[in-house]
């Protein structure tokens, strides 16, 4: 398949959603007192920033540019998770909700790049490998929601 600038673009937004999510984790560490989810928290940030490398290496496969910081709405989202963190009885069921909600919102993106015809296989294959660990992700938070509720 044809490499295009749409297909840059699209992975170009996977990447800075993964930068965002790795700095969201990162942020959730420090408002959780749980060692288990911070621990866990740690696992996802390292996985994000896998995820967001492997993606700088198939942008740059194709002699493109990619991207090198979050988006603006990933900084307010991690700043919504330090301000519900203040206001709420139950921080880390709050943190983990915020979490989930990051999570579904990434799931959405991948959906929506992975309908594109257009794509190598060597790409679906890298975006089906980062939707399934991300479904993954969501079981393993609701685990924990139900132990923190």
């Keep these: 398949m044809k490499y295009t600038e749409k297909i840059s673009n699209e992975l170009n937004e996977l990447l800075v959603k993964n930068y965002d999510a790795r700095k969201g984790y990162l942020n959730a560490i420090d408002n959780v007192d749980s060692h288990t989810l911070k621990q866990f928290f740690e696992r996802m940030a390292t996985e994000r920033g896998e995820f967001a490398r492997e993606l700088k290496n198939e942008i740059l496969t194709y002699q493109e540019t990619p991207k090198e910081a ?40 991948y ?32 685990k924990f929601e139900e132990l923190v509720s």
Aim: no cysteine; aromatic share 2%.
């Design 70 to 109: 979050g988006s603006i709405a990933g900084a307010v989202h991690r700043n919504w998770i330090t301000l519900k963190n203040l206001f709420s009885s139950n921080d880390e069921e709050a943190i983990l909700d915020e979490v989930v909600r990051g999570e579904k919102a990434s799931l959405e993106s």
């Design 111 to 142: 959906a929506n790049v992975m309908v594109d015809n257009e794509l190598s296989k060597s790409i679906k294959t890298l975006l089906n490998k980062h939707t399934v660990a991300i479904k993954k992700t969501i079981k393993s938070i609701h």
